[in-house]
């Protein structure tokens, strides 16, 4: 007995002399792809190594599959046991494809059977953010918002449990996760007047075990006595009804339509919320909470222990639902329990995961609608010459699409940076433009995007986390509306919307490799370790999303405020890429 | 590319069915009093009419008019027309209007509020319901908005449940059970739905006509595909030369129609 305590004692001890181990950021990967982030932390690191610095120069095509869908594809493709799994856009079919043979052939196909109608709901093109993998089922969300568990063998249906009513304006497009024997899924209809919710499903049944609302009476938010919010001021009571003007709590938005990061040693999940509604500020007085904001949740019980709003009464459509990367770093030389979150308001939070503090709040992007966050009170600070509303307003920056939209950053233990794929766009916005719904005249925001300072609408850039600093940035004609990718070889991937798949040097930002896709990239790129050995990166071509529906839904370039607003910006894509969806596989010959 | 096949698809429409054009309208499935499936609304009325001027045959495809309406439908060429849009809508090119309504005050007749203004100091104190467009308030709601009226007004989502019979009547309805004491709405919606409840309501133009560039008056027309004028002047055509039977259609519907200023 003493030997053993002893040397548990001696293990600990050295746990704690040396951390770096058990960092929350240095997960185990067994080579494989299971969830679109990688891994709970979302550093979307692989350690594979074998395409390196020196000889990513050397990448070919291994092989291809056509979706069969043409809309915008922004799905990971999961590696489980020898099987690759894609997602695709409404329809939002589910393929299995064989590693184990030579060109990957299909295994099966799931078809989920979404109604038509959902597509009149998503407001930005009818994107699917893809699935994830849990004890042998793959999990994932269909538009007309089901949760769908399938038999990751067989590719049969396991339970199907409708979530909402796409007849009230919500969707779902997010990909969910699964902590702790729950699935983790959210409403997309920040657009559509909706009340956003997370949920968490049984993954074995189906069952939903509670349901989290975003705005509302304490008792819909699930907080309760273990509630505790940094700031003392989000300490009162119901504050997602009292920071409302009358009813405006129920159709008030904060949609959970993103990511969900889990930290099992806190046993915490979390996961952003969406802009409120209605759109004019001045008709929603208030705070506006939970919209805008950061939960962190219990992933069996969905109670809320703490929050924060990045963005309180927002005005220019900035979501708080970014990826929140986990990591474990010395700030200002003590260790902390981080997340790093790159805000739409273009500021790079760094927050105590344990509590909600905000540590730093930097710009990462050219902006002018916000002076910073005091870090004594946690209040963002506005610059009232930007604040919207039904009057004129000119060049705010960052656009709606935010410095940074939901295309998700990654992070290397290795170099220590955040590489993250971004826009530069700038807008004006004026509150008279005619509109209609279902025979009801209106006049909705006239809102104009354009490229910000500099003259280039992306920029993908690498962010030392712990200084609060850029180290490098690469300009992009359109935004950078993919994810991002790095490896233990030093290179990191992305893809650009006129359709070039690239790898950069991590440490400098050097173009090492490029390859031009079928069509513009707005996917997650994985990499992953195939039956033979050998390391492969993955990745979705097929232009789209919000950034990309002038050439997805074939929008008439004419209108510039069409596809609210983001057409003005994005009126040449149609010049440099055409739609279509291809998946892509890359490897060493 | 469905600017260039127009002509072409009228003239295939003609083949198919017995040398008699084709009107091809996208239009919503359930939003009454504009239409519905069962073709009751008078937008269905009016498209029927102009079809018939037109000489042609008259074929819908049902379309929830939702944001990215007219992407999937009209523009994506499933339809050549779409009708009820405001005439001054930059993403289509539209004919003339054919009727100008306004948005209304509704309330109880026994309340005898005589309310006529916006600025009526009483709106600070009523409970007052607007439709919820999307994540826009209706347009009135800006005014009360910018005098800090806010707490008191309650949004009606348009869009839901969508799948239950006429789901923006429940405004017209919360006024009649005496849930709010005051809708201010489109006036279509209003005239129509206060025939069908057993109290008697008020309906009264809202005043002022704009406020903040905003108005509350619109003039209404049909829409067709930017480039498509040869459609668009037969449209007009049509319209002109039938101008009574559109005002029977619209006195039967009970649409509050208003002069141009």
New interface residues.
Partial sequence: MRPTTECLLSLFAALLISPASAQIQNQPDDGQWTMPAKNYASTRYSTLDQINAANVKNLKMAWSFSTGVSRGHEAAPLVVNNTMYIVTPWPNYLYALDLTKPGAPMKWVYQPNPTP?S?????CDVVNRGAAYYNGRIYYNTLDLQTVAVDANTGKEVWKTKMG?I???ESMTMAPIVAKGKVIVGNSG????VRGWMAGLDADTGKIAWRAYSTGPDSDVLIGANFKPYYRSDRAKDLGKNTW????W??G?GAAWSWVSYDPTLDLIYYGTSNP????P????GDNKWTSSIFARRPETGEAIWAYQFNPHDEHDYDGVNENILLDLNINGKPRKVLAHPDRNGRLYIMDRTDGQVLSAEPFVYLNTTLGVDLNTGKLKFNEAKATG??TVRDACPAPPGGKDWQPSAYSPKTGLLYIPHNNLCYESQ???????????????LSRMYAGPGGNRGEFCAWDPVKAKKVWAVKEMFPAWSGALVTAGDVVFYGTMDGWFKALDDRTGNLLWKFKVGSGIIAQPVSYKGPDGKQYIAVLSGVGGWAGAVVA????T??G??ALGFTNAMTDLGKYTTKGGLLYVFSLP | MCFRCLSNLWVVGSAIAANQPVLRVCA?PN?LP??NQEGQGF?NKLAEMLAGQLGARLEYTW???????L??SL??GRCDVVM???A????VATTKPYYRSTYVFVSRSDRNLHVTSLSDPRFAEWRVGV?????????P??VL??R?I??????F???????EINP?RKLIDAVAQGQIDIAIV?G??AGYFAKQESATLDIVPVMPATF????FT?E?AAGVR?GDGELRTRLDNAIASDSAEIQRILNEYGVPQVREE
């Fill in positions: 109608a597509q009149g709901v998503a407001c009513d007849n009230l304006g920040g657009e559509f007047g003007a009358g009813d405006q129920k159709i938005g509604g209605p759109w004019n001045e008709q929603r007085p039904f009057k509150g008279t433009q005619a509109n209609y719904i279902a025979g009801t005249p209106y006049v909705g925001m839904g074939g929008i008439n004419v209108d405020t069409a | 919503d939003n504009f239409s937008e379309w929830a008019e939702r944001k990215s309406f992407k999937s523009e994506a009820g849009v405001p001054s809508l930059a993403s439709h919820v467009v999307g994540d826009d308030y209706a347009p709601a800006a908005a910018r800090g806010t707490s008191n007004v309650v949004g989502s348009l869009f839901g449940p969508y799948n923006a489109w279509p919606f903040l560039t905003i108005p619109y209404i930017k």
